[in-house]
């Protein structure tokens, strides 16, 4: 019988009126049974459907909380790693020289017993740049150089805020061409660290720096004779000090 199959496909038979169940258990034998085929089972189709459905819609409310909870965890895990990607990506290339960055820091006592390769001559120009939101004024106070290898020598930058609230600027820098970064050491200068200027206020920014003798020796830089070191100045916001001052960063022009 077709009934009795449709009822077991759609419909628990413990869930039916026994008056339905007698439909399961043999043919129809009078007319209100078969009222009942045609009244009843089509509402109990419909019931079973509707309990389906909304079983079906809570299971998909669950997994897309699940794949939502993921794909968040996914984006804050991402944005720490950007966050962390910077500083160690600075110091590996302060560290290698990679990418034109100079190498940061250096060997005292090799600063002191470095011989100065005589015969190789090098320019050294300097490039200031600002970001488009920073509203200093930064400049070289020296467009060249000319030193040799295992020479020290001694550039200034000037940084003026011409406005009349106080701006915090940090700087970034690297060395052109990209190969002479690991040969370009810096004994001192302002870069990576927040510079704070009050309004109307000029700085001279001092670097202090030196090309390892090593440079003479390695065939790549055989052809080149000039390098530039370029700094590019951004706005950083300020921070908070909780002895009521206006910014924990050190002025430049202090000693």
Not at 115 to 123: A, H
Not at 146 to 174: C, H, M, Q, W
Request: glycine residues 6%; proline residues 7%; hydrophobic residues 40%.
């Amino acid at each position: 019988m077709l009934l009795p199959l449709l009822l077991r496909r759609h419909a628990a038979p413990a869930l039916l009126p026994p008056c339905v169940r007698t439909l399961c258990g043999g043919a129809l034998r009078s007319p209100s049974e078969l009222f009942l085929r045609r009244r009843l089972l089509p509402r109990i189709v419909a019931l079973s459907r509707g309990r389906r459905s909304r079983s079906q819609q809570e299971d998909w409310k669950a997994r897309n909380k699940t794949v939502l909870t993921y794909i968040a965890a996914a984006g804050v895990g991402m944005i720490g790693l950007s966050y962390a990607a910077v500083p160690l990506y600075r110091l590996y290339c302060q560290a290698s020289g990679l990418g034109g960055t100079a190498v940061a820091g250096h060997d005292t006592e090799q600063v002191a017993t470095m011989t100065p390769v005589k015969e190789r001559i090098l320019k050294v120009t300097f490039n200031a740049d600002t970001h488009a939101s920073m509203q200093w004024n930064f400049r070289p106070q020296q467009t060249e150089i000319y030193l040799v290898p295992g020479e020290t020598a001694l550039a200034f930058y000037r940084a003026r805020n011409p406005t009349d609230k106080a701006i915090i600027g940090i700087s970034t820098y690297n060395v052109v061409p990209f190969e002479a970064g690991q040969y370009f050491n810096k004994i001192q200068c302002f870069c990576f660290e927040e510079q704070r200027l009050n309004p109307h206020e000029e700085v001279d920014m001092p670097v202090f720096f030196y090309i390892d003798p090593e440079f003479d020796k390695d065939p790549q830089m055989a052809r080149v004779d000039t390098i530039t070191l370029s700094y590019t100045f951004f706005e950083a916001p300020p921070t908070c000090r909780t002895d009521g001052g206006s910014s924990g960063t050190e002025d430049v022009n202090k000693p």
